[in-house]
C-alpha cells in the first residue's frame, strides 16, 4: 500500500454515516476502498497457512505483540465488580478508562517516531477496538476499529507486504484471544447481534481469513466445521474453526440451533466459494449496514470522500 506519511495532516476523525443514503456515499468513499484492500491483501497472504507456519516478524509486529500483552496484563489490576447482571461487568470501564488514558504512551512504544502526530487520529480506532464501556458489549464494529487502525499503520508505512501473514496470523490471531478473554471476564454484551440469525456475535474477519486459510486443504472440507472433534483439533492452527470452538465454549445446544448461519455454510463445496462468499458478506453485514458502521468514524486515513474512478 502506498505511505500517506509524506503529506499527512493531523485529522480528528468525524461521524460521517446517519443513514441508509450515507452508505451509499460510503462504498463508493477512499474509506471503504483502503478498508476492503487491505482484507483482499491480508486474505491473499493467509491463503492455504496455518497459524503455526514461520512467517517474519519484524520489530514493528513485535512491538504491536508486546503492546496486547501489556493491555492483556491490565485485565489482573481489574477484576469483575461482584455484580448480578447476566452482562455488563461494569469493571470493564475500568480498563478501557486506562486504555484510553494510556492509549498515546502505548503507540508511542508501538510506532516509529515519524508517525507521532498520527496518534491522535490512530487512537480513535485504538481505544474503540474492544468494546464500548458505556453499552458493555462488543462486536463486529469494533473489530472493525482495531482492524483499521492496522490498516491507518499500514497507510502510513508502518508495515511492508512482508508484513501481512504475521499481521493476520501473529497480530490478529492474538488479539482476538484478547477480545475473547476480555468478552468473558466481563460478560460483555454481544453488540448488534441478530441472536442465532447472525453470522457470530462478536467477530467476522477471522471467518474470512480463516477459510482463506484452508482454500484446498486436503482432508478438511466446509462440512469438518460440524464435528466437534475436529474443530477442538485444528483451533490452534486455523482462525474459522478458532471461531466455531469459542462458540461451543460459550453457547450450549446443537451446532446447528445456536449456529444456523455457520452451519449451512458449512454445506458450500469448497473453501474458495466460503471465503468469496464471507468477503461479500463482510461487506455486506458489517460496511453497508447503518447500525454497524454509523459508529465508524473518518478522517485523513479513511477520508469519507469519493475514490477517484
Keep these: 500500500m502506498e505511505s500517506l506519511l509524506s503529506t499527512y495532516i493531523p485529522t480528528i476523525p468525524q461521524k460521517c454515516i446517519f443513514k441508509q443514503s450515507d452508505i451509499d456515499i460510503f462504498t463508493r468513499s477512499k474509506a471503504f476502498e483502503r478498508l476492503m484492500t487491505f482484507v483482499g491483501l491480508l486474505n491473499a497472504s493467509v491463503t492455504k497457512k496455518k497459524i503455526s507456519d514461520p512467517c517474519p516478524i519484524s520489530e514493528q509486529t513485535q512491538r504491536i505483540l508486546d503492546m496486547l500483552e501489556e493491555m492483556d496484563n491490565w485485565l489482573a489490576e481489574f477484576p469483575p465488580l461482584d455484580n448480578r447482571q447476566r452482562f455488563g461487568n461494569k469493571a470493564f470501564r475500568q480498563w478501557a478508562d486506562k486504555v484510553e488514558q494510556e492509549a498515546d504512551n502505548l503507540m508511542r512504544k508501538a510506532l516509529p517516531e515519524s508517525m507521532y502526530p498520527a496518534i491522535p487520529e490512530l487512537t480513535i480506532y485504538l481505544a474503540g477496538g474492544f468494546g464500548n464501556s458505556t453499552r458493555i458489549d462488543y462486536g463486529s464494529g469494533h473489530e472493525l476499529n482495531f482492524f483499521a487502525w492496522l490498516c491507518g499503520i499500514a497507510l502510513l508505512g508502518?508495515?511492508?507486504?512482508?508484513?501481512?501473514?504475521?499481521?493476520?496470523?501473529?497480530?490478529?490471531?492474538?488479539?482476538?484471544?484478547?477480545?475473547?478473554?476480555?468478552?468473558?471476564?466481563?460478560?460483555?454484551?454481544?453488540?448488534?447481534?441478530?441472536?442465532?440469525?447472525?453470522?457470530?456475535?462478536h467477530q467476522f474477519l477471522p471467518y474470512v481469513w480463516g477459510s482463506a486459510q484452508l482454500i484446498d486443504h486436503p482432508r478438511l472440507k466446509p462440512k469438518s466445521v460440524t464435528s466437534r472433534d475436529t474443530v477442538d483439533a485444528m483451533a490452534d492452527e486455523n482462525m474459522y474453526f478458532r471461531c466455531i470452538q469459542y462458540i461451543h465454549e460459550v453457547k450450549r445446544g446443537p451446532f446447528h440451533e445456536h449456529s444456523p448461519m455457520l452451519h449451512d455454510i458449512s454445506g458450500v463445496i469448497s473453501w474458495s466459494k466460503v471465503n468469496t462468499g464471507m468477503t461479500k458478506m463482510y461487506m455486506?453485514?458489517?460496511?453497508?449496514?447503518?447500525?454497524?458502521?454509523?459508529?465508524?468514524?473518518?478522517?485523513?486515513?479513511?477520508?469519507?470522500?469519493?475514490?477517484?474512478?
Design 158 to 201: 508502518g508495515f511492508t507486504s512482508d508484513d501481512y501473514q504475521a499481521i493476520v496470523l501473529r497480530i490478529f490471531v492474538r488479539y482476538l484471544e484478547l477480545a475473547r478473554k476480555i468478552q468473558r471476564t466481563y460478560t460483555l454484551e454481544p453488540a448488534g447481534s441478530h441472536g442465532v440469525w447472525g453470522l457470530d456475535d
Design 284 to 309: 455486506a453485514e458489517v460496511l453497508k449496514k447503518v447500525p454497524v458502521a454509523q459508529h465508524f468514524l473518518f478522517g485523513y486515513l479513511f477520508p469519507f470522500e469519493e475514490a477517484s474512478p
